[in-house]
């Protein structure tokens, strides 16, 4: 793989901030999101700053949930809150996910990894 100066120069940087960050001893915190969900998160993952993956269970009924949250830029005015749920579905029987972002193309890959159903005797 080849890179270009400039995104050599970009990639050190954020390494350096990144190992400056994990040295300080109080952590800093840059914005607050809330998701517009009342489900219990099992487990998240964000999607570069724009996008979070997370999968939830309904307290009420115990259905599962896997959703693609698009985050919203924080503004004071409305109190720093923006997010939309763009795409759910019910896996069945789901434990836990892995996703990623194609970097040219908008394109978000999902894997689900859940618990059989076999038919017994």
Request: proline letters at 2%; aromatic letters at 6%.
């Amino acid at each position: 793989m080849s890179l270009s100066g400039a995104e050599v120069k970009q990639r050190v940087i954020s390494a350096l901030r990144l190992d400056k960050n994990w040295q300080q001893k109080e952590s800093n915190i840059f914005r607050i999101r809330k998701l517009a969900s009342r489900d219990a998160v099992l487990h998240m993952q964000s999607l570069g700053p724009n996008w979070l993956v997370t999968l939830s269970r309904s307290p009420t009924t115990s259905v599962i949930h896997l959703s693609l949250w698009r985050l919203g830029h924080c503004t004071f005015n409305t109190g720093g809150i923006l997010s939309q749920c763009v795409a759910q579905f019910e896996p069945l029987d789901a434990f836990s996910f892995a996703a990623s972002l194609q970097s040219r193309g908008g394109t978000a890959l999902l894997a689900v990894l859940g618990a059989s159903r076999g038919k017994k005797g």
